[in-house]
């Protein structure tokens, strides 16, 4: 009887999942998301970075476009550099300043970035549960129209960074998480945040991409953002200088171009979701 009340109970959130408590405040739009204009887009990344580098030519065109982008980033990201006489807390000032000038090349102002402050690399470690209700509040606080963030697909578990692993399952079942008013109920009663459930979403680091989007427009842009996390490239990683040369520079155009370029075009993919 155990194990068939287990079923039931399975069954039972199975199917409530699909019934969402919380009322479709929005539908998927089924526009190529190029051309959208005045939505809200909230972005998780797990480093400040890992969302330039996939999926900043789509946030540029979107920021051209008027659309609301708002940036969550997991860690401080102040463990990534071999130079010996780096700290953590210098190294997390300069990635907070490298973020805000990828932003700002992105169009993206700095105001629109929410630091959640975890150590870089232990976000593992972290409490599951109140994370999970940080993603669920910024969800929703902001209400988007669609959610960018790591791809926690099967594949991708088998490679996926301690950080991105994480990242990646907390904000999908903070989606849940956000619908029911019940898990954080602090969220409504102290705040007056109302479930909120998630219409759409775009993962990025997909070994399963259905959605191809042209960024060819606005790859110089992206580059110019991706260039901005100095410290994540030689010679600056292993010995700090906020100034980046030519060279560098070429090469951080051939490392992105290696990967975005088809032809004489710039893409960028994502495994599309909707949740209607
Ligand atoms: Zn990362």
């Not at 040369?245 to 290696?258: I, R």
Request: aromatic residues 12%; glycine residues 4%; hydrophobic residues 35%.
């Amino acid at each position: 009887m155990k194990s068939l009340r287990y079923v039931l109970c399975t069954c039972l959130v199975v199917l409530c999942s699909v019934t969402a408590q919380a009322k479709n405040e929005k539908e998927p739009d089924p526009t190529p998301i190029e051309k959208w204009k005045g939505k809200t887009i909230l972005v998780f990344t797990p480093h400040p970075d890992d969302e330039t580098f996939t999926s900043g030519g789509t946030l540029k065109i979107l920021a051209d476009n008027g659309n609301n982008i708002q940036i969550v980033i997991f860690t401080n990201d102040d463990k990534g550099s071999t130079d010996l006489e780096m700290t953590s807390e210098r190294l997390a000032r300069i990635r907070k300043a490298e973020e805000e000038a990828a932003c700002k090349a992105l169009g993206i102002p700095k105001e629109n970035i929410t630091w959640l402050g975890y150590e870089d690399g232990n976000l593992e470690y972290a409490d599951p549960k109140v994370l999970r209700g940080k993603v669920a509040r910024q969800i929703k606080i902001h209400r988007p129209d669609a959610v960018f963030s790591v791809d926690p697909g099967e594949k991708n578990e088998r490679w996926h960074k301690t950080d991105h692993r994480m990242a990646a399952f907390i904000t999908q079942d903070a989606f849940i998480a956000a619908e029911w008013h019940l898990y954080y109920p602090n969220h409504m009663l102290v705040e007056n945040l109302k479930p909120y459930h998630v219409p759409l979403a775009f993962f990025y680091y997909s070994e399963d991409a259905n959605t191809t989007v042209d960024v060819t427009d606005v790859f110089d842009a992206k580059i110019k953002a991706c260039a901005a996390h100095v410290s994540q490239f030689e010679p600056s990683n292993s010995k700090y200088t906020p100034e980046m040369s030519k060279e560098t520079y070429q090469g951080v155009y051939d490392w992105m171009a290696g990967f975005s370029k088809k032809g004489d075009r710039f893409y960028e993919q994502f495994r599309r979701v909707e949740w209607p």
